[in-house]
């Protein structure tokens, strides 16, 4: 039943925000959608920074009856308004800021709701606030023009902050908890930046050195992936609480993965037909999904690896598979992106991924 439910959240969601970001890369094109990824991918990248690794932390102390909710919430909304007015006095915008700020409210309410296995409600602040993002992006688009895509995705977070004032008056900060569980949230927090990295980075590196009009076509061959990455979100979100609990879900591993391989040979033999017609400006992107449509494979075991590790605070060895898909990555992306173009920039994510669930993998034979 809880998967069911979460299951069902997590594909609305993901339908509503694909189709949003499919919608805007018709609408702008390959150079303006490669400038939207482009400071969406420094937002996040901020925003994981000032978030002090609370995501998983949340979930996996609230599981084992922790109250940890009001003191994280505390210091990273801090930090995060900190870290909101530098980038406002950079880039002279902001737009940005108040996205820094409202996804780190959304990440502090859906960590509580997950931690606390309350899937129904979790699945309502989700799906509201796609719906209230797109009706919000594209409003403000027609007024502000990227800017305005932005700042509709960061206002439509605010409203859920009432869950976190909730939690102040309900709850007292209490610093000592930080200091009994400083390893693991010290650990959590490389984890996070690093993983944040790992989804980010290419996108700051692509833009400098390929131009925008190569990371739109990235960028849309990696929404594309996103969709057919579903199920190992799904899993994610579903498997962390419950590894906690020490349930065991073999099958349900074994069966997602190979969900996993039919979406990616779903997603390979359609794109030439579906992206020229739906995107005839991104004709790049084509051969780019192709390649990391491959990739979900691999994501999916890492996923399935990672949950299990985190659950048991082995947050270290997750951290340094972080570390080897970033070096493995940022040398493809130059070199072979340089040799091979864009098709050398899809096998670079392709690569990295594989050998960071080849890490993992590897580890967990070794320790048995």
Do not use: H
């Not at 505390?74 to 870290?83: A, P």
């Not at 797109?134 to 305005?148: C, E």
């Not at 192709?290 to 990672?306: C, G, R």
């Amino acid at each position: 039943m809880d998967l069911s439910i979460l299951s069902s959240a997590t594909l609305t969601t993901s339908i509503i925000g694909g189709v949003f970001w499919l919608l805007i890369a018709s609408i702008l094109g390959p150079e303006k959608y490669g400038q939207v990824g482009y400071l969406i991918a420094i937002g996040i990248v901020v925003q994981t920074i000032a978030f002090l690794g609370s995501g998983n932390t949340i979930i996996v102390l609230i599981s084992k009856g922790i109250k940890i909710q009001p003191t994280i919430s505390f210091l990273t909304l801090l930090l995060s308004t900190i870290f909101a007015i530098i980038v406002f006095f950079i880039f002279s915008d902001g737009t940005l800021s108040i996205f820094i700020i409202g996804i780190t409210i959304m990440s502090l309410v859906t960590s509580e709701y997950l931690g606390l296995k309350l899937y129904k409600t979790y699945s309502k602040i989700i799906i509201g606030q796609k719906i209230l993002q797109v009706s919000l992006a594209f409003s403000l688009y027609f007024v502000l023009d990227i800017s305005g895509v932005i700042l509709g995705i960061g206002l439509s977070y605010i409203p859920f902050a009432y869950k976190i004032y909730q939690n102040f008056k309900t709850t007292k900060i209490d610093f000592s908890i930080l200091k009994r569980k400083s390893s693991f949230i010290s650990g959590n927090y490389i984890l996070e930046i690093s993983r944040s990295l790992n989804g980010n980075l290419d996108k700051l590196i692509i833009a400098p050195i390929f131009g925008f009009s190569l990371l739109g076509n990235y960028t849309l061959a990696g929404q594309i992936f996103a969709i057919i990455a579903i199920p190992p979100l799904i899993f994610y979100q579903y498997l962390l609480p419950k590894e906690v609990e020490s349930e065991k879900k073999i099958k349900f591993k074994i069966f997602l993965v190979c969900i996993s391989g039919v979406l990616a040979l779903i997603a390979i033999f359609s794109s030439p037909t579906i992206v020229p017609i739906l995107f005839p400006n991104f004709e790049n992107a084509i051969s780019l999904t192709q390649i990391m449509s491959i990739a979900v494979i691999p994501l999916t075991i890492n996923q399935i690896l990672i949950a299990n590790l985190i659950s048991k605070e082995k947050v270290k060895i997750v951290i340094i598979g972080s570390i080897i898909f970033i070096s493995t990555q940022i040398p493809c992306i130059i070199l072979l992106g340089d040799m091979f173009g864009i098709i050398g920039v899809g096998y670079s994510f392709l690569i990295s991924t594989s050998i960071e669930a080849m890490y993992l993998f590897l580890f967990q034979r070794y320790k048995k």
